[in-house]
């Protein structure tokens, strides 16, 4: 069985800023699992993990422009007072700003008009190249319910652990 759209996939995973911090791992949060083609991997990554098997593993680079394309990232209509007038606005300048919850989110300035600002929203990863190792460890077929897994091989038995043959009971 390969992975294909619909399937329900399980990985274990590492996913990194290229020559970076590690951004995901399971080895922090445990396998992943999801529904392949509903678009809650990254795109880029679901391309590469198509046609795998269970068992199968992969290493590979995404960059940055197929990781996070820019032209799909949101974009808001801010108004021009929100930016400091100490700064000139112009098309494609960057700014950081301040999230309701306190965080901070860098923005690219799309347009201008007289009162107000389109920007895009540029997340931290936005613009870096990833790298990424990962293992299938399951596959389900939602229809049939077939199961492909990765099982490791039951404990040896105590007589064959410590190489001892038995000999049979006389009775």
Same mark, same amino acid.
């Given at each position: 069985m390969k992975v294909a759209a619909g399937s329900i996939v399980k990985l274990e995973y590492e996913i990194r800023v290229k020559g970076g911090d590690v951004i995901e791992s399971s080895t922090k949060s445990?396998?992943?699992?999801?529904?392949? @083609?509903?678009?809650?991997m990254l795109p880029a990554l679901e391309k590469r993990i198509e046609?795998?098997?269970?068992?199968?593993t992969l290493e590979g680079e995404i960059p940055a422009a197929e990781a996070m394309p820019e032209d799909a990232l949101p974009t808001r209509r801010i108004s021009r007072s929100e930016f400091p007038s100490s700064d000139p606005l112009?098309?494609?300048a960057m700014f950081e700003a301040h999230t309701a919850t306190g965080g901070t989110v860098d923005v690219r300035i799309l347009a201008i008009d007289e009162t107000h600002v389109t920007a895009?929203?540029?997340p931290p990863l936005a613009g870096k190249d990833l790298t990424f190792k990962l293992r299938v460890v399951r596959i389900e077929d939602p229809v049939s319910h077939l199961?492909?897994?990765?099982r490791k091989p039951p404990p040896p038995l105590? @007589?064959?652990?410590l190489n001892i043959e038995l000999e049979p009971d006389e009775g």
């Open positions: 445990g396998p992943v699992q999801y529904v392949h @083609g509903e678009g809650r046609g795998l098997e269970a068992g199968a112009t098309v494609g895009r929203l540029m199961v492909q897994v990765v105590p @007589g064959e652990a």
